[in-house]
């Protein structure tokens, strides 16, 4: 069980202590004894408790797991990106990407400790498009693979855990390498930097931006566009 996990589990306990005493404070009060000084102590207790318990869970985010997550970035495309992830809020990504046809998760290292600087993977039909950013002579090469579900799981662990995923001979090229890109303050998305640089997008990156069209008001063309230029405008026409 991760540290993560563990502190869940003493949050819940520690709020359902308090929720505990929160009942027994209102149910004597109010059937047995009335509002006397010992009840409404245990009522003022049990809040505490019940606050303590949504507290604790958080207290792993404070440092990353292990010395790969340090300076790593989660990032998803309806949600805002999270520095220095803990393991569960990267699975809960990748869940949202395996639940929306729409969504990709992408998971990036401050630096590309065994050659890969990122991991990122989105639907692709009756499975899952698994791209790896490696590393080689100051570009960055994508190489691509359709994976199941439990193989997107166990290479986003690997990752997030060593640094490495196996089996990347398995992995294809795809067709452009790419220089190296970088998260940081000011910077688009690491997905979207190539596409400014190059001028040119891949299948995948183009249906991200047609799910930012606005269709609820069709019959006026700026009005669906308008959600997609404002996006783009965000990041000028050249990457940093």
Known sequence: MNKHRSWKAVGAAIAAVGFGLIFLGVFFSCYVAGITAPFAIIMFLGVPCVIAGFIIPRWDNIE?????????????FFDDPIDNPAWDQVEMRI?????????????????????????????????????????????????????????????????????????????????????????????????????????????????????MLDWSRQGDDDAVLEPLVAFLATYGDKGE
């Open 95 to 211: 869940r949202k990407m395996m639940d929306m046809e729409e969504e990709h998760v992408l998971l990036s290292l401050q630096q590309a400790f065994k050659g890969i600087s990122f991991i990122q993977a989105a639907s692709a039909g009756d499975g899952y498009d698994l791209q790896l950013g490696i590393e080689e002579a100051g570009n960055t090469k994508l190489v691509s693979k359709l994976c199941t579900e439990k193989e997107i799981y166990d290479a986003f662990r690997k990752f997030y855990d060593q640094a490495e995923v196996d089996g990347v001979e398995q992995f294809s090229p795809v067709e452009i390498s790419r220089k190296t890109y970088t998260a940081g303050e000011g910077k688009p998305p690491i997905w979207i930097q190539p596409i400014i640089e190059d001028a040119s997008m891949y299948d995948l990156d183009f249906f991200h931006f047609t799910d």
């Open 64 to 76: 990353p797991e292990n010395e790969y997550a340090a300076g790593a970035k989660l990032e998803n």
